[in-house]
């Protein structure tokens, strides 16, 4: 009897997080924080807010202000953002070449972040950075519902809430350590793989293809 053929293989879609994994956000979202405690006299320590980028934008600013003020400050923050926080950042080192890395691969890049969905597109024009989609307001294991509709089989963050978003999927997590949370805790909360930074993904990606089924 002849061998069954083998499944075909899956296309490659790889997801990406977008602040402190793609983008170091922190220059802009200081002078977002600045200007929304000058406007509003509220005491706002930005110097901190911007080390403990990645959960969503209300967890932080219930740090600086009343509990029933948030959701309107929330709303007056991402008014300002485009205004204050685009300009200023950067893509982080081997961002793009990570992007461009997956489309070489006959792959599609998709960004899953939990930062409002237009302010993540205006960051990723601006910079130059194309992925086949953009997918916002998900944070941690919310994560999971894009990575699934897209058919992402890896997902790669810099926050612990990325890890628990990749495997709440099933995605493979692949973790960098340019945010806030160090290689242990990452590969405490389960990383798959802990990459210094994205100038590495190429490497590790094309190793990965080779042993892909």
């Known amino acids: 009897m002849a061998p069954m053929p083998s499944p075909p293989a899956l296309p490659l879609t790889v997801g990406f997080d977008l602040d402190m994994t793609l983008i170091d956000s922190r220059p802009g979202i200081h002078a977002a924080f600045v200007a929304l405690a000058a406007e509003t006299g509220a005491v706002i320590d930005a110097d901190l807010a911007v080390t403990r ?3 969503p934008l209300e967890r932080e600013l219930a740090h600086w202000f009343p509990a029933d003020a948030v959701p309107v400050m929330a709303d007056r923050y991402r008014e300002i953002y485009p205004r204050y926080a685009i300009e200023p950042t950067l893509a982080m080192p081997g961002a793009k070449d990570a992007i461009q890395a997956v489309h070489e691969a006959g792959g599609r890049a998709v960004v899953v972040t939990a930062k409002h ?6 960051h990723l024009s601006h910079l ?8 916002g307001w998900l944070w941690a294991e919310a994560k999971a519902e ?3 509709e897209y058919g992402a089989g890896v997902y790669v963050g810099d926050h612990t809430g ?3 978003g990749a495997r709440t999927a099933g995605a493979l997590s692949v973790a960098v350590t340019t945010g806030p949370c160090d290689g242990t805790e990452l590969r405490a909360a389960g990383a798959d793989v802990v990459l210094p930074d994205l100038t590495a993904f190429r490497s590790w990606l094309e190793g990965y293809q080779a042993y892909r089924p």
């Not at 969905?117 to 205006?122: F, G, I, Y």
């Not at 130059?128 to 997918?135: D, K, S, Y």
């Open 53 to 55: 980028l990645g959960p």
């Open 117 to 122: 969905e237009p302010n993540a597109k205006l």
């Open 128 to 135: 130059g950075i194309e992925p086949h989609a953009v997918v």
């Open 146 to 148: 894009a990575l699934r």
């Open 162 to 164: 990325d890890v628990r």
